[in-house]
């Protein structure tokens, strides 16, 4: 991380409060070596966080322009912001799987209705890990948590033929893909495609919580036993899958970068429409 | 100077486009829904941006979010909205970002009743979000004419202050149609005593000073200045932290820039106030122009009557109410609020008495009735079976 | 003038009650007078009543409430009903098609038969208010020009300039009583 930490991140947040085999660093790492390598500069991002494990420990590691919104809002900050910002600029948001399948949902689909150009990257650590480990909308089905001490009952967006990434892409999302942390350079591709689209992109990455995940559902606090689990979970997109197990399908799920007008370029073409027509 | 026949939704949004009003982000809702429409007209044709959410909550985020991008940005509810803004209203204080927030207030409590004016919303538009550690502005027009010049300040005075400032309107306000002034040239624009200020951005490094001083720019994104606003409390420069003494330095700066500028935004109006008067009339907003129309006639009846209206609601104005008398708070709702304030401020041995209707305004001969049984030191008089109470 | 005038005018939708009280502020605001007008619309479904007060003024309106009309407009049941109590030196102008008269007041009562007159002379039910608007228009003589008031209720009003100009004629030249 050394190379890209001196040049893009804060030596103050450096190294980050996380736990010890937290995979966050990984799913950050990655963000920031896409970046560097699309070429882009300090000043050519303006990074969001949510909150959460996520949105707290990325927050202000930036070296440049840093917000944080209230819990699933920088959704909707980031479309106002982008109203705001030259189109050059880009948004980069990393937020937790609460933050954005959660309380955030609404705001996410309208995102992505709208195509605001903004790239989400969803650190999924698979619940509310933060708060001591309660279930989320990834937790698979019968797995112990803090709230769900008998395994959780309720449906989540990954199992019994659900997939968040199809409610996204039915929504209006240009670019999709999703990975783990474990996986190496195809994720920091997914990325920079992701970046790289001129409109709304999401790119969920899996990522290991040791602490409370692990714990509660595996019953071990060895980052090896979680690895492993997430490892045996991953397949690619076009693999056949165990029905109604909890599968990570990896890969670009869905690529219409740069097909639909963006959000704010649309507006900014309205607004200079009418003031053409007013004259 | 041109004359309208027009409403206060138009006037508020002839205000914001002439204090520099660039976004307006909101969802529609009785009775401030024309502020909504009227703005997705007149934005595009001063170069602005009309966005209609998905909810009020979204709607007040996408304003802060485009003020954060360094555009001045309004956005307009009613009563179930303002509730909504809570999270985004909270988000905008702790970061210090400015926008206008107009409520046009109609009967309460939840839906109620959507088209007939209420005064709910006053210790909300106070407390607007959870937390504390705040002061928060908030002024409230009586008249059309007032709802313009009072958005063009409520605009001035988020930029200063660099935080949300509330419009407090009420229905009647808002919906009714009056005479309306606008001013067509900068010698109009200064007889109307109108106060501008435009976006500053904050270079940092320090975005959160230990002050309580006005004209602190803001923070704004996109100008790679280093700039850090978060939802957590921060240290000078923006870093979120958990220590108690970065909360007690950035409250400090929240709640004090306000209460020690105070003078900023001190707005009342007086009548018959210059003799003792042995009732004092209380009201702001719609009530309060039946109250002078009542205070007049009084007057010509020969009673020493006198009214205050708060044009700034808050900061409160507590020294307004220095005198030791009767005081008679009339508001548009039934469980009191603004007379809590009163009741508050009077010297002991003044008696405070509350008239309250909602949904409809009073009327001179109702508020009379009511000053005279004070003066004759009876109840007030009951209407439909309601009885008013002494504060 | 020298003094604040109430126009209350009220009925049920669709009978263009808003539309009369926007024509009659707009001409105030055009002749330099203050003016203000508060538009509640009840629950006119229900058997209510859409009401538009009007105040018009040489000095600037305090209070916006007509509580002392010196003109109430009742063109449904419900209005006259509502409002005939708060009339004590103005004139009541009633539709009697909708409205029977109370004989108890002590104001002065006018029946304007605008409905039958719309009906008989021009086809439609709609152009009653118009009726009303142009004997209104009389009675307020000397506080707004007929001109004026023809003028903004073209504007006011984009459709079928030649009935309504008649509709208005109709009222205006029914004799002052």
């Given at each position: 991380?050394?190379?890209?930490?001196?040049?893009?991140?804060?030596?103050?947040?450096?190294?980050?409060?996380?736990?010890?085999?937290?995979?966050?660093?990984?799913?950050?790492?990655?963000?920031?070596?896409?970046?560097?390598?699309?070429?882009?500069?300090?000043?050519?991002?303006?990074?969001?966080?949510?909150?959460?494990?996520?949105?707290?420990?990325?927050?202000?590691?930036?070296?440049?322009?840093?917000?944080?919104?209230?819990?699933?809002?920088?959704?909707?900050?980031?479309?106002?912001?982008?109203?705001?910002?030259?189109?050059?600029?880009?948004?980069?948001?990393?937020?937790?799987?609460?933050?954005?399948?959660?309380?955030?949902?609404?705001?996410?689909?309208?995102?992505?209705?709208?195509?605001?150009?903004?790239?989400?990257?969803?650190?999924?650590?698979?619940?509310?890990?933060?708060?001591?480990?309660?279930?989320?909308?990834?937790?698979?089905?019968?797995?112990?948590?803090?709230?769900?001490?008998?395994?959780?009952?309720?449906?989540?967006?990954?199992?019994?033929?659900?997939?968040?990434?199809?409610?996204?892409?039915?929504?209006?999302?240009?670019?999709?893909?999703?990975?783990?942390?474990?996986?190496?350079?195809?994720?920091?591709?997914?990325?920079?495609?992701?970046?790289?689209?001129?409109?709304?992109?999401?790119?969920?990455?899996?990522?290991?919580?040791?602490?409370?995940?692990?714990?509660?559902?595996?019953?071990?606090?060895?980052?090896?036993?979680?690895?492993?689990?997430?490892?045996?979970?991953?397949?690619?997109?076009?693999?056949?899958?165990?029905?109604?197990?909890?599968?990570?399908?990896?890969?670009?799920?869905?690529?219409?970068?740069?097909?639909?007008?963006?959000?704010?370029?649309?507006?900014?073409?309205?607004?200079?429409?009418?003031?053409?027509?007013?004259? | 100077?041109?004359?309208?026949?027009?409403?206060?939704?138009?006037?508020?949004?002839?205000?914001?486009?002439?204090?520099?009003?660039?976004?307006?982000?909101?969802?529609?809702?009785?009775?401030?829904?024309?502020?909504?429409?009227?703005?997705?007209?007149?934005?595009?044709?001063?170069?602005?941006?009309?966005?209609?959410?998905?909810?009020?909550?979204?709607?007040?985020?996408?304003?802060?979010?485009?003020?954060?991008?360094?555009?001045?940005?309004?956005?307009?509810?009613?009563?179930?909205?303002?509730?909504?803004?809570?999270?985004?209203?909270?988000?905008?204080?702790?970061?210090?970002?400015?926008?206008?927030?107009?409520?046009?207030?109609?009967?309460?409590?939840?839906?109620?009743?959507?088209?007939?004016?209420?005064?709910?919303?006053?210790?909300?538009?106070?407390?607007?979000?959870?937390?504390?550690?705040?002061?928060?502005?908030?002024?409230?027009?009586?008249?059309?004419?007032?709802?313009?010049?009072?958005?063009?300040?409520?605009?001035?005075?988020?930029?200063?202050?660099?935080?949300?400032?509330?419009?407090?309107?009420?229905?009647?306000?808002?919906?009714?149609?009056?005479?309306?002034?606008?001013?067509?040239?900068?010698?109009?624009?200064?007889?109307?005593?109108?106060?501008?200020?435009?976006?500053?951005?904050?270079?940092?490094?320090?975005?959160?000073?230990?002050?309580?001083?006005?004209?602190?720019?803001?923070?704004?994104?996109?100008?790679?200045?280093?700039?850090?606003?978060?939802?957590?409390?921060?240290?000078?420069?923006?870093?979120?932290?958990?220590?108690?003494?970065?909360?007690?330095?950035?409250?400090?700066?929240?709640?004090?820039?306000?209460?020690?500028?105070?003078?900023?935004?001190?707005?009342?109006?007086?009548?018959?106030?210059?003799?003792?008067?042995?009732?004092?009339?209380?009201?702001?907003?719609?009530?309060?122009?039946?109250?002078?129309?009542?205070?007049?006639?009084?007057?010509?009846?020969?009673?020493?009557?006198?009214?205050?209206?708060?044009?700034?609601?808050?900061?409160?104005?507590?020294?307004?109410?220095?005198?030791?008398?009767?005081?008679?708070?009339?508001?548009?709702?039934?469980?009191?609020?603004?007379?809590?304030?009163?009741?508050?401020?009077?010297?002991?041995?003044?008696?405070?008495?509350?008239?309250?209707?909602?949904?409809?305004?009073?009327?001179?001969?109702?508020?009379?009735?009511?000053?005279?049984?004070?003066?004759?030191?009876?109840?007030?008089?009951?209407?439909?079976?309601?009885?008013?109470?002494?504060? | 003038?020298?003094?604040?005038?109430?126009?209350?005018?009220?009925?049920?939708?669709?009978?263009?009650?808003?539309?009369?009280?926007?024509?009659?502020?707009?001409?105030?605001?055009?002749?330099?007078?203050?003016?203000?007008?508060?538009?509640?619309?009840?629950?006119?479904?229900?058997?209510?009543?859409?009401?538009?007060?009007?105040?018009?003024?040489?000095?600037?309106?305090?209070?916006?409430?007509?509580?002392?009309?010196?003109?109430?407009?009742?063109?449904?049941?419900?209005?006259?009903?509502?409002?005939?109590?708060?009339?004590?030196?103005?004139?009541?102008?009633?539709?009697?098609?909708?409205?029977?008269?109370?004989?108890?007041?002590?104001?002065?009562?006018?029946?304007?038969?605008?409905?039958?007159?719309?009906?008989?002379?021009?086809?439609?039910?709609?152009?009653?208010?118009?009726?009303?608007?142009?004997?209104?228009?009389?009675?307020?003589?000397?506080?707004?020009?007929?001109?004026?008031?023809?003028?903004?209720?073209?504007?006011?009003?984009?459709?079928?300039?030649?009935?309504?100009k008649k509709a208005f004629e109709l009222g205006y030249s029914l004799a002052v009583s």
């Open positions: 991380m050394d190379y890209l930490a001196n040049k893009y991140l804060r030596p103050r947040k450096i190294p980050s409060t996380a736990c010890s085999g937290c995979g966050l660093g990984q799913v950050h790492k990655k963000t920031v070596k896409a970046i560097d390598e699309l070429g882009l500069g300090v000043e050519d991002v303006v990074w969001g966080t949510g909150i959460g494990c996520a949105g707290r420990q990325t927050f202000a590691t930036w070296k440049g322009d840093n917000f944080a919104g209230t819990h699933g809002r920088v959704y909707a900050i980031a479309s106002g912001l982008r109203i705001a910002l030259p189109p050059d600029k880009k948004i980069i948001c990393t937020v937790g799987d609460g933050d954005s399948f959660g309380i955030g949902f609404l705001n996410l689909l309208h995102c992505a209705r709208r195509n605001v150009d903004m790239t989400v990257v969803v650190c999924d650590n698979l619940g509310y890990m933060s708060t001591g480990g309660q279930y989320g909308w990834t937790t698979p089905l019968g797995v112990k948590t803090d709230s769900s001490p008998y395994g959780t009952y309720e449906s989540n967006f990954m199992q019994e033929g659900q997939d968040v990434l199809n409610i996204l892409k039915d929504a209006g999302a240009t670019f999709l893909a999703r990975h783990t942390s474990l996986q190496g350079q195809e994720a920091v591709e997914s990325i920079k495609k992701a970046i790289l689209n001129k409109g709304f992109s999401l790119v969920h990455v899996i990522y290991p919580c040791v602490t409370n995940f692990s714990d509660r559902a595996l019953g071990t606090r060895k980052p090896i036993a979680m690895y492993n689990w997430i490892k045996e979970r991953t397949y690619g997109l076009h693999d056949r899958v165990p029905e109604n197990e909890m599968c990570f399908r990896t890969g670009i799920y869905h690529d219409a970068s740069n097909t639909r007008q963006e959000f704010s370029a649309r507006l900014l073409e309205f607004t200079r429409e009418i003031q053409r027509r007013a004259r | 100077m041109k004359r309208y026949f027009d409403t206060g939704n138009r006037a508020i949004t002839e205000g914001a486009i002439l204090a520099g009003c660039k976004v307006f982000a909101g969802y529609p809702i009785t009775p401030a829904t024309e502020i909504a429409e009227n703005m997705s007209r007149r934005l595009p044709e001063v170069g602005g941006y009309y966005v209609q959410a998905e909810d009020e909550m979204t709607g007040m985020h996408i304003a802060v979010g485009a003020s954060l991008g360094g555009l001045k940005t309004m956005t307009a509810t009613s009563g179930p909205g303002y509730i909504l803004y809570a999270d985004p209203y909270g988000w905008a204080l702790g970061c210090e970002i400015p926008i206008v927030v107009v409520n046009a207030q109609r009967v309460g409590p939840v839906s109620g009743i959507t088209g007939a004016p209420g005064q709910g919303e006053f210790y909300i538009a106070r407390y607007p979000t959870h937390g504390g550690n705040a002061e928060t502005i908030v002024l409230a027009p009586n008249s059309v004419q007032e709802a313009f010049s009072l958005t063009v300040e409520a605009f001035y005075l988020s930029e200063r202050f660099r935080m949300p400032v509330t419009v407090l309107a009420d229905q009647l306000v808002t919906d009714g149609w009056e005479t309306l002034e606008l001013p067509e040239t900068r010698e109009e624009i200064e007889k109307m005593g109108l106060r501008f200020k435009e976006r500053e951005i904050c270079r940092g490094p320090v975005f959160y000073p230990f002050t309580d001083q006005l004209d602190v720019p803001p923070v704004v994104m996109g100008h790679n200045t280093g700039g850090t606003c978060s939802d957590w409390t921060p240290t000078d420069e923006g870093y979120d932290t958990e220590e108690v003494e970065w909360a007690h330095k950035h409250s400090y700066r929240l709640i004090n820039k306000v209460r020690n500028n105070k003078e900023v935004i001190r707005r009342y109006e007086e009548h018959f106030m210059d003799d003792d008067p042995d009732v004092v009339l209380v009201a702001y907003g719609s009530p309060s122009r039946v109250m002078i129309s009542c205070v007049k006639k009084a007057r010509e009846e020969g009673l020493k009557v006198g009214c205050i209206r708060p044009i700034s609601l808050w900061p409160f104005l507590d020294d307004l109410y220095h005198r030791k008398t009767n005081y008679l708070v009339v508001e548009l709702n039934y469980d009191g609020q603004l007379v809590r304030e009163v009741q508050r401020c009077v010297p002991t041995g003044s008696n405070v008495h509350f008239f309250g209707k909602c949904g409809e305004l009073p009327s001179v001969a109702e508020m009379l009735l009511q000053i005279k049984q004070i003066l004759n030191g009876e109840p007030l008089v009951r209407s439909d079976n309601w009885e008013w109470e002494a504060w | 003038m020298g003094k604040r005038i109430e126009v209350l005018i009220s009925g049920f939708g669709g009978q263009g009650v808003v539309r009369l009280g926007q024509i009659l502020a707009q001409v105030s605001v055009d002749e330099n007078l203050y003016t203000t007008m508060l538009v509640s619309h009840g629950t006119e479904t229900r058997g209510g009543y859409v009401r538009t007060q009007v105040v018009i003024s040489d000095a600037p309106v305090d209070s916006p409430v007509c509580e002392d009309p010196d003109f109430l407009v009742a063109m449904s049941k419900a209005a006259y009903n509502k409002f005939k109590p708060l009339v004590s030196q103005g004139v009541i102008i009633y539709e009697p098609y909708y409205v029977e008269q109370d004989h108890g007041l002590h104001c002065r009562q006018i029946s304007v038969n605008a409905r039958e007159m719309a009906i008989n002379e021009l086809g439609r039910e709609i152009y009653a208010n118009v009726v009303v608007l142009g004997y209104l228009t009389r009675l307020l003589d000397g506080t707004l020009s007929k001109d004026q008031v023809l003028k903004v209720m073209l504007q006011k009003i984009p459709k079928f300039h030649e009935e309504n």
